[in-house]
T-cell receptor, first 113, second 114 residues
Framework: DQQVKQNSPSLSVQEGRISILNCDYT??????FLWYKKYPAEGPTFLIS?????DKNEDGRFTVFLNKSAKHLSLHIVPSQPGDSAVYFC????????????FGKGTRLSVIA | ETGVTQSPTHLIKTRGQQVTLRCSSQ?????VSWYQQALGQGPQFIFQ???????GRGNFPPRFSGLQFPNYSSELNVNALELDDSALYLC?????????????FGPGTRLTVL
């Protein structure tokens, strides 16, 4: 049973436009959410996180939105750049330290020049 | 500041063999977590070590075992390899503690079991 779901395996966006990647979760004990980006032959790179006490966190071109009642989060990338083309993973964990991350299956983003 | 490193990069083994994968955590981090990423899937939690003790385990059989050393580097050992063990093995380090903490990943070890 998948606790973190990324229902879109792939997404294609034009350079300069907004990319929106979605993630749903089922476990109400999750309180901390992260997005990672992964290029081929590399490990996941941390992008941005949000805790359940917030509904939005912004870092440069990246913004994560959290809707706790809907158990849904999204990552917005504005403006999208060709270098953003990668697989994006949504991950969730509990609030206490040292809890493991539960990952979605990832969404492959292609930004077309 | 040195990031998370893993060795080897690639490894080919045959069924029934044993393998040891290594991870050096980021400077200042005392917690190491290991994940298995099969093709087309997200990383799956194997286990975590905090200050040299196992601190949580995912749904993996006992033939997956690990160690953490006083310098917080870590090993993942897999005995009696099966074909399904072929995957990318990722190590992540974090500061540990009582608040949620970001895990930083190494580049991974690609294991192929023939």
């Amino acid at each position: 049973d998948q606790q973190v779901k990324q229902n879109s395996p792939s997404l294609s966006v034009q350079e300069g436009r907004i990319s929106i990647l979605n993630c749903d979760y089922t476990n109400s004990m999750f309180d901390y959410f992260l997005w990672y980006k992964k290029y081929p032959a590399e490990g996941p790179t941390f992008l941005i996180s949000i805790s359940s006490i917030k509904d939005k966190n912004e870092d440069g071109r990246f913004t994560v939105f959290l809707n706790k009642s809907a158990k849904h989060l999204s990552l917005h990338i504005v403006p999208s750049q060709p270098g953003d083309s990668a697989v994006y993973f949504c991950a969730a964990s509990g609030l206490s330290g040292n809890t493991p991350l539960v990952f979605g299956k990832g969404t492959r983003l292609s930004v077309i020049a | 500041e040195t990031g998370v490193t893993q060795s080897p990069t690639h490894l080919i083994k045959t069924r029934g063999q044993q393998v040891t994968l290594r991870c050096s955590s980021q400077s200042g981090h005392n917690t190491v977590s290991w994940y298995q990423q099969a093709l087309g899937q997200g990383p799956q939690f194997i286990f975590q070590y905090y200050r040299e003790e196992e601190n949580g385990r995912g749904n993996f059989p006992p033939r997956f075992s690990g160690l953490q050393f006083p310098n917080y580097s870590s090993e993942l050992n897999v005995n009696a390899l099966e074909l399904d063990d072929s995957a990318l093995y990722l190590c992540a380090s974090s500061l540990g503690g009582v608040t949620p903490d970001t895990q930083y990943f190494g580049p991974g070890t690609r294991l192929t079991v023939l």
